[in-house]
Protein backbone atom coordinates (compact mmCIF):
# COMPACT_ATOMS: atom_id res chain seq x y z
CA UNK A 1 0.00 0.00 0.00
CA UNK A 2 1.28 3.68 -1.02
CA UNK A 3 1.64 5.96 1.41
CA UNK A 4 -0.88 8.77 1.57
CA UNK A 5 0.93 12.50 1.40
CA UNK A 6 -0.81 15.37 3.66
CA UNK A 7 -1.04 19.00 1.77
CA UNK A 8 1.66 21.88 2.49
CA UNK A 9 0.29 24.26 5.53
CA UNK A 10 -1.89 27.14 4.41
CA UNK A 11 0.03 29.74 5.97
CA UNK A 12 1.60 33.39 6.36
CA UNK A 13 4.31 34.59 7.93
CA UNK A 14 2.16 36.77 10.45
CA UNK A 15 0.23 33.30 11.93
CA UNK A 16 -0.24 33.30 15.41
CA UNK A 17 -2.54 30.34 15.78
CA UNK A 18 -1.85 27.08 14.04
CA UNK A 19 -4.81 24.27 13.71
CA UNK A 20 -3.53 21.14 13.12
CA UNK A 21 -5.70 17.61 11.64
CA UNK A 22 -3.60 14.48 11.69
CA UNK A 23 -3.56 13.84 7.84
CA UNK A 24 -6.50 13.98 5.36
CA UNK A 25 -8.92 11.95 4.66
CA UNK A 26 -9.56 10.00 1.30
CA UNK A 27 -12.73 13.04 0.15
CA UNK A 28 -10.33 16.06 1.14
CA UNK A 29 -7.24 13.91 -0.40
CA UNK A 30 -9.26 13.57 -3.90
CA UNK A 31 -10.44 16.92 -3.66
CA UNK A 32 -7.09 18.40 -3.01
CA UNK A 33 -9.01 20.50 -0.06
CA UNK A 34 -8.45 20.13 3.90
CA UNK A 35 -11.93 18.89 5.15
CA UNK A 36 -13.21 18.30 1.83
CA UNK A 37 -15.88 15.31 3.40
CA UNK A 38 -19.34 17.09 3.22
CA UNK A 39 -20.45 15.33 6.50
CA UNK A 40 -17.27 16.71 8.29
CA UNK A 41 -17.99 19.99 10.43
CA UNK A 42 -14.86 22.15 10.12
CA UNK A 43 -16.28 24.30 7.93
CA UNK A 44 -19.55 25.26 9.33
CA UNK A 45 -17.90 25.59 12.60
CA UNK A 46 -15.03 27.79 10.84
CA UNK A 47 -18.30 30.17 9.34
CA UNK A 48 -20.13 30.20 12.54
CA UNK A 49 -16.85 31.05 14.92
CA UNK A 50 -15.05 33.60 12.41
CA UNK A 51 -17.65 34.36 9.93
CA UNK A 52 -15.46 32.44 7.14
CA UNK A 53 -18.57 31.37 4.76
CA UNK A 54 -18.58 27.95 4.21
CA UNK A 55 -19.80 27.98 0.41
CA UNK A 56 -16.84 30.16 -0.43
CA UNK A 57 -14.20 28.59 -2.89
CA UNK A 58 -12.12 26.83 -1.29
CA UNK A 59 -8.89 29.30 -1.82
CA UNK A 60 -11.01 32.04 -0.67
CA UNK A 61 -11.52 30.34 2.58
CA UNK A 62 -8.31 29.17 2.93
CA UNK A 63 -7.25 33.38 2.42
CA UNK A 64 -9.86 34.39 5.31
CA UNK A 65 -8.24 32.21 7.63
CA UNK A 66 -4.88 33.75 6.57
CA UNK A 67 -6.19 37.20 7.28
CA UNK A 68 -7.18 36.54 10.65
CA UNK A 69 -3.61 35.06 11.22
CA UNK A 70 -4.59 31.45 11.33
CA UNK A 71 -2.86 28.54 9.57
CA UNK A 72 -3.82 25.26 8.44
CA UNK A 73 -1.94 22.09 8.53
CA UNK A 74 -1.39 18.27 9.25
CA UNK A 75 0.46 17.04 12.13
CA UNK A 76 1.43 14.14 9.51
CA UNK A 77 3.15 15.03 6.17
CA UNK A 78 2.53 11.03 4.79
CA UNK A 79 1.70 7.63 6.11
CA UNK A 80 0.14 4.39 5.50
CA UNK A 81 -3.59 4.42 6.40
CA UNK A 82 -5.83 1.97 4.86
CA UNK A 83 -9.37 4.01 4.40
CA UNK A 84 -9.46 7.10 6.16
CA UNK A 85 -9.75 6.52 10.03
CA UNK A 86 -6.67 7.43 11.86
CA UNK A 87 -6.80 4.41 14.05
CA UNK A 88 -5.81 2.66 10.44
CA UNK A 89 -2.49 4.72 10.78
CA UNK A 90 0.28 1.96 10.99
CA UNK A 91 2.62 3.68 13.08
CA UNK A 92 5.80 2.10 11.44
CA UNK A 93 5.43 4.71 8.42
CA UNK A 94 4.89 7.73 9.88
CA UNK A 95 6.76 10.84 8.86
CA UNK A 96 6.08 13.93 10.78
CA UNK A 97 5.67 17.70 9.24
CA UNK A 98 8.90 19.98 9.49
CA UNK A 99 7.50 21.58 12.71
CA UNK A 100 10.99 23.31 13.76
CA UNK A 101 11.59 24.80 10.15
CA UNK A 102 7.35 25.74 10.19
CA UNK A 103 8.00 27.48 13.79
CA UNK A 104 11.64 29.43 12.67
CA UNK A 105 8.92 30.82 9.63
CA UNK A 106 6.24 31.27 11.34
CA UNK A 107 7.68 32.88 15.24
CA UNK A 108 4.65 34.64 16.12
CA UNK A 109 2.58 31.10 16.60
CA UNK A 110 1.33 31.43 20.40
CA UNK A 111 -1.19 28.46 20.23
CA UNK A 112 -2.03 25.45 18.65
CA UNK A 113 -5.52 23.85 18.44
CA UNK A 114 -5.73 20.13 17.96
CA UNK A 115 -8.50 18.80 15.68
CA UNK A 116 -9.27 16.00 17.68
CA UNK A 117 -7.55 13.43 20.12
CA UNK A 118 -5.67 11.28 17.20
CA UNK A 119 -4.10 14.85 15.70
CA UNK A 120 -2.79 15.65 19.52
CA UNK A 121 -1.88 12.25 19.93
CA UNK A 122 0.56 12.40 17.12
CA UNK A 123 1.87 15.42 18.11
CA UNK A 124 2.94 13.96 20.97
CA UNK A 125 4.43 10.95 19.94
CA UNK A 126 6.27 12.23 16.78
CA UNK A 127 6.72 16.06 16.97
CA UNK A 128 6.60 17.02 20.28
CA UNK A 129 9.94 14.77 21.77
CA UNK A 130 11.94 17.05 18.75
CA UNK A 131 10.58 20.66 19.25
CA UNK A 132 12.20 23.08 22.21
CA UNK A 133 9.43 25.55 21.37
CA UNK A 134 8.62 27.84 24.87
CA UNK A 135 5.44 29.24 25.37
CA UNK A 136 3.25 27.60 22.74
CA UNK A 137 0.00 26.74 24.14
CA UNK A 138 -1.59 23.54 23.32
CA UNK A 139 -5.16 22.66 23.10
CA UNK A 140 -7.01 19.63 22.06
CA UNK A 141 -10.73 20.66 20.64
CA UNK A 142 -13.60 18.23 19.44
CA UNK A 143 -12.78 16.83 16.12
CA UNK A 144 -14.89 18.16 13.53
CA UNK A 145 -14.48 14.46 12.00
CA UNK A 146 -18.20 12.65 10.97
CA UNK A 147 -16.79 9.73 12.66
CA UNK A 148 -17.16 11.53 16.21
CA UNK A 149 -20.01 12.18 16.83
CA UNK A 150 -20.54 11.98 20.99
CA UNK A 151 -20.88 15.40 21.18
CA UNK A 152 -23.65 18.02 18.77
CA UNK A 153 -22.09 20.80 16.26
CA UNK A 154 -23.51 23.05 18.46
CA UNK A 155 -21.25 21.52 21.74
CA UNK A 156 -18.54 21.40 19.09
CA UNK A 157 -18.91 25.03 18.00
CA UNK A 158 -18.38 26.50 21.39
CA UNK A 159 -15.37 24.53 21.59
CA UNK A 160 -14.09 25.84 18.73
CA UNK A 161 -14.72 29.19 19.83
CA UNK A 162 -11.30 29.43 21.90
CA UNK A 163 -9.80 29.67 18.16
CA UNK A 164 -11.33 33.39 17.28
CA UNK A 165 -10.49 33.87 20.85
CA UNK A 166 -6.35 33.20 20.34
CA UNK A 167 -6.39 35.07 17.25
CA UNK A 168 -7.98 38.14 18.68
CA UNK A 169 -5.58 38.35 21.26
CA UNK A 170 -2.69 37.78 19.27
CA UNK A 171 -3.15 40.52 16.95
Known amino acids: ?3 VRSFPP ?5 AVVLLLGSMPG ?14 NAFWPIIEAVLGIRRDLP ?10 RRIALWDVLASCVRPGSLDSSILGSTVVPNDFPGFFRRHPLIRAVFFNGAKAEQAWKRWV ?3 LTEP ?21 KTDAWRAV ?7 K
Open 58 to 67: YGDRLTALAE
Open 128 to 130: APS
Open 135 to 155: GIRLVRLPSTSPAHAGLSLQQ
Open 164 to 170: AEAARQG
Open 26 to 39: EASLKAGQYYAHPR
Open 10 to 14: SARPD
Open 1 to 3: MNP
